[in-house]
């Protein structure tokens, strides 16, 4: 009962994804192309959202499950690391035509093909799990 609320919310969530068309393949077809503005809009407001929620987060001293206050530290700068993630990320989206966020979303409205996503997803991040401490941070 405790994450029933998140639960909802994701699915809030979900149907937000879907009806701004988000999750759909032409309009990130679109984005990577520069032929609409509709998804960088909505990646605008996602990092707006980001921002602002995250200064919420610091100024109110929100707390986690457990009780204890939320710590977002800080990233040590860097440059080529974010070029090198950016563009790999950026790759795959593109050659997949979809973001990882709404792999789920997609799960739901009955793309099957998406599996084949969340497969790759999935041995990603254990890939990096093995090699993170071989990998310049």
Known sequence: MKFLRFLLLGIVFGIVLTKTEAVSWFRIYEMFKFQSFHMFGIIMVAICTGVIGIQLIKSFKVKDFSGEEIQIVDKEKGFLRYIFGGALFGLGWGLVGCC????????????LGVVI??????????????LKDKLPH
């Open 100 to 111: 990882p966020g709404p792999i789920f979303v997609l799960l739901g409205t009955g793309a």
């Open 117 to 130: 996503v969340l497969i790759g997803a999935l041995l990603g991040t254990y890939l990096y799990g093995v």
